[in-house]
């Protein structure tokens, strides 16, 4: 389903207007072995450049036994600098909604000195949701929710991009 979730967020973005989207798909990436991996990070990845630039994350994913994939915890364990003081949404999804999903990674993503927003999305079994295209298609009040977090997160992003630069951060 992440295919089809993300290009609905993907619109939802298009529509805010001056948002520069960089898709980091998780079956198009490698990481390095994991006995290379220490507390803080390791060896640089192929993403890590790609991290450092963002200024925000949507994290879109699926709930599986109620949390959120290994793979995305792989991804998130593999930096540590690139992600910190830097906001994020959530959009998971699953029979359930995915809130269970929702709440493990904010838990992990605060451990990295990221702020989530209070808006998250979970969807149940969103492709019950879908147009004869294919693509998501929810009740209007869902993609109003969507425009709501990502709102927030735009004022996050703004907010944690000066102190980034301007506040330095007890060590
Ligand atoms: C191993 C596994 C465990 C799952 N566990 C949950 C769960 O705990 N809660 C839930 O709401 N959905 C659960 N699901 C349903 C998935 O969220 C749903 O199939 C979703 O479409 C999977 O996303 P994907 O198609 O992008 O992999 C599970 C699916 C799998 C494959």
Known sequence: ????????VIAALDQTGGVEVDLIDLTKISL??????YPGGGPETAVGERIEAAEAFVFITPEYNHSYPASLKRLIDWHYREWKLKPAT??????????????HLRGV?????MITTRRCMGLPAPWEN???????APADSVTKALTS?????SWWSDVLTDARTNRPFPA
């Open 32 to 37: 390095p072995d994991d006995s290379q991996l």
């Open 149 to 153: 977090a990502l709102a927030e997160l």
């Open 1 to 8: 389903m992440s295919p089809t979730i993300t290009d609905w």
């Open 130 to 136: 879908l147009d004869d295209a294919g693509r998501y």
């Open 109 to 113: 993503l605060a451990e990295l000195n």
């Open 90 to 103: 959530i959009v998971a999804y699953g029979v359930q909604g995915g809130h269970a999903a929702i709440e």
